[in-house]
């Protein structure tokens, strides 16, 4: 039986699924069977970032029972898997989104981890992407607006009664005015999973529809994503020497 791990944030824009589909892509790498969910009913991107914007079966054709999920699931030319939701408003209304806990129980005996790529905030969409989890990862940036949204995700996790795995911090550029990684592991009250430093070529990668991890597998962002991959599956003898941050947070 598989692991599911839902990517979570308080705020859009952080990086969420940026940090969903290389994490995927890493875990790959160590050989792992991944399957990427875009539990982000309202606005996907999962699709888009990998080259499937509009395909004939997606996650709310299962979510409305018109077929079996496996039905759903797509391999990028990379061997990342994916199951990428409509880009159509129209039957959003119609979407049960509770049944996110039924695709993940079907999905979790097909794969060695399932990661959901939730919605933003706190609404109705993210919930169920977060009760259907078994741990969780909080994405941030290095800004008090974020990891705010970020407390406030990671308190509503905990009336949920579920267990933060840890918080990745991207976007960081060792400015001035960053907020400290310390101050946002004193203020979440959380682990540190990874730092992902600010990488200019996560748009060119955007363009050529593959991951940052497998477009550009030796920047400090794909080698830190690897770092963390390795985290998450266990593979507690996997090193690399990534810099002052990560090896003290990390």
Do not use: W
Request: hydrophobic share 40%.
């Amino acid at each position: 039986m598989g692991k599911l791990i839902t990517i979570t944030s308080g705020k859009g824009g952080v990086g969420k699924t940026t940090t969903a589909i290389n994490l995927a892509a890493a875990m790959n790498s160590f050989g792992k069977e991944v399957i990427i969910v875009d539990a982000n009913l309202a606005t996907p991107n999962v699709g888009l970032h990998l080259g499937a914007p509009i395909v004939p079966i997606s996650l709310n054709h299962a979510l409305l029972g018109k077929v079996k999920i496996e039905e759903a699931i797509y391999e990028h030319e990379s061997g990342t898997k994916i199951i990428p939701s409509s880009l159509s408003i129209g039957e959003l209304k119609r979407l049960n989104h509770g049944r996110l806990k039924d695709v993940g129980k079907r999905l979790r005996k097909m794969a060695d981890f399932v990661i959901y790529d939730s919605a933003a905030g706190l609404g109705e969409e993210a919930i169920a992407a977060i009760e259907s989890a078994d741990e969780l990862v909080i994405v941030t940036n290095p800004e008090i607006p974020a990891v705010t949204d970020a407390l406030k995700t990671s308190k509503l996790i905990e009336q949920l009664g579920k267990t933060v795995k840890g918080v990745i911090v991207t976007r960081v550029r060792n400015s001035k005015t960053e907020m400290p990684i310390a101050n946002i592991k004193d203020m979440l009250e959380l682990p540190i999973l990874g730092v992902i430093p600010e990488e200019r070529r996560v748009q060119s990668s955007l363009v050529m529809k593959e991951a940052l991890f497998h477009a550009y597998p030796k920047c400090k962002a794909s080698r830190e994503y690897k770092r963390i991959a390795a985290r998450l599956i266990g593979h507690d003898n996997y090193k690399d020497n990534l810099g002052f941050f990560s090896r003290l947070f990390g």
